[in-house]
């Protein structure tokens, strides 16, 4: 199985912050990574898929980057509604994995 | 627009049965792969188990293998999760998913809660 590996686990930012999440596979997934958002007693949303499309009506503060290995989610400016659980996805083979998650708090 | 309602959750004893319902609108479904996902209380998500758009392709997550089975009715927009000899690591929000390009997993429903326990 691949395994995804996210850091940090947990980040602690301000409003107006630049954010960069990590997310490692433990092999080649060419561009088959995908990052989603949650917030506390909701389900995902998808925000960005192969790697770096924006989905449609995701904001453009959010970027992703990233082949093969290695992976980055990028908030250029932190907002409110930001503060949420990311994780990552593989969808290069089954089983699709995760990453564990990271939590973005405000400081 | 899109929308997956979940259904079928509950409180059941370890080794019961329970079959999770996915009731998908605003789209053709046989047009979309599906997939079930799980998150244990205060965990990760899990993908548990994948049926491609004609359910001829159906992948499952090893932790399930052998007890769970995926099917849809395209007929019904239903996508269906019949869980067998349950334990209490299945404890979970059950959350069913459309699947796009890149299998990315576009759409989800809001999730529906299996507890295990004696």
């Known amino acids: 199985d691949i395994q995804m590996t996210q850091s940090p686990s947990s980040l602690s930012a301000s409003v107006g912050d630049r954010v960069t999440i990590t997310c490692r596979a433990s092999?080649?997934?060419?561009?088959?990574l995908n990052w989603y958002q949650q917030r506390p007693g909701r389900a995902p949303k998808l925000l960005v898929y192969?790697?770096?499309s924006l989905r449609g009506g995701v904001p453009s503060r959010f970027s992703g980057g990233g082949s093969g290995t290695d992976f980055t989610l990028t908030i250029s400016s932190l907002q409110p509604e930001d503060f949420a659980t990311y994780s990552c996805?593989?969808?290069?083979?089954?089983?699709?994995?995760f990453g564990q998650g990271t939590k973005l708090e405000i400081k | 627009q899109v929308n997956l309602v979940e259904s079928g959750g509950g409180l059941v004893k370890p080794g019961a049965s329970l079959r999770l319902s996915c009731a998908a609108s605003?789209?053709?479904?046989?047009?979309?792969?599906m997939s079930w996902i799980r998150q244990a209380p205060g965990k990760g998500l899990e993908w548990v188990s994948y049926?491609?758009?004609?359910?001829?392709?159906?992948f499952y997550a090893d932790s399930v293998k052998g007890r769970f089975t995926i099917s849809r009715d395209n007929t019904k927009n239903s996508l269906y999760l019949q869980m067998n000899s349950l334990r209490a690591e299945d404890t979970a929000v059950y959350y069913c998913?459309?699947?796009?390009?890149?299998?990315?997993?576009?759409?989800w429903g809001q999730g529906t809660l299996v507890t295990v326990s004696s």
């Open positions: 049926i491609e758009s004609s359910g001829d392709t159906i």
């Open positions: 092999q080649n997934i060419n561009t088959f």
């Open positions: 998913a459309r699947g796009r390009s890149w299998n990315a997993l576009d759409f």
């Open positions: 192969g790697a770096s």
């Open positions: 605003g789209f053709t479904s046989s047009d979309y792969h």
């Open positions: 996805q593989q969808s290069f083979g089954t089983p699709y994995t």
